[in-house]
């Protein structure tokens, strides 16, 4: 391992309300402002992807926890269940001929430790259990991520996408289906992340 000289930084939780300060000790804005400059685009690929993930964070009483950029997998339950979260829409923010396919990314990868900053020797799916997050909106004059109504979910177990698919990058929602993905409400997320893991861990 190695030596860490300056150890990983922790991460207070802001309330929005912290100042932006000027050479002069001046406030030129907030927390909020900047949040409210930076993430408004809901729709938008990245922005959308942290929405979802803030979802299930929501569904598994994770909301308090803070984002970490870079990890491993994306969410891990209080029990210890990893969750990776992928997102995919048929509506975009950017003018479309026709509606997007969903597809996506499931490619094993080089797994990191933030608090060594060293990489994994193998390539692997990191997370337990893989969530598939739809947003299933197709009218741009209705289109609103905030409203869940307007949201899909697929729930697969890790093990089932090793077995069956290898080290294929991605997949269709066809495809997840075949596979026998769970679909769910999210009212019903964090029964059926818990049933999927259940089942193939033999509990």
């Excluded at 803030?54 to 994770?62: D, E, G, I, S, T």
């Excluded at 803070?66 to 979260?85: P, S, V």
């Excluded at 829409?89 to 509606?99: D, E, R, S, V």
Aim: charged share 20%; glycine share 6%.
């Amino acid at each position: 391992m190695t030596d860490i000289k300056f150890p990983m930084i922790q991460t207070t939780k802001k309330t929005g309300n912290e100042s932006l300060i000027n050479f002069k000790g001046e406030t030129i804005g907030t927390v909020l402002d900047f949040w409210k400059w930076a993430y408004s685009d809901l729709l938008d690929n990245a922005q959308r992807g942290i929405l979802a993930e803030y979802l299930v964070a929501n569904a598994l009483n994770l909301q308090n926890t803070i984002r970490t950029n870079w990890d491993k997998y994306d969410l891990i339950t209080q029990d210890g269940i990893t969750l990776e979260i992928k997102t995919s829409a048929y509506l975009q923010t950017w003018g479309q001929k026709k509606l997007s396919n969903l597809i996506f990314g499931i490619q094993p990868t080089y797994g990191w430790n933030k608090e060594t900053n060293e990489y994994d020797t193998l390539k692997s799916r990191q997370a337990d259990i893989y969530i598939f997050c739809i947003f299933n909106h197709t009218n741009p004059l209705t289109v609103n991520p905030l409203d869940l109504n307007q949201w899909d979910f697929y729930i697969l177990n890790t093990k089932i996408l090793d077995r069956k698919v290898g080290n294929q990058r991605s997949i269709t929602l066809n495809s997840l289906k075949t596979l026998g993905a769970q679909y769910c409400h999210f009212e019903d997320l964090k029964s059926t992340i818990y049933n999927e893991y259940k089942k193939e861990a033999g509990i």
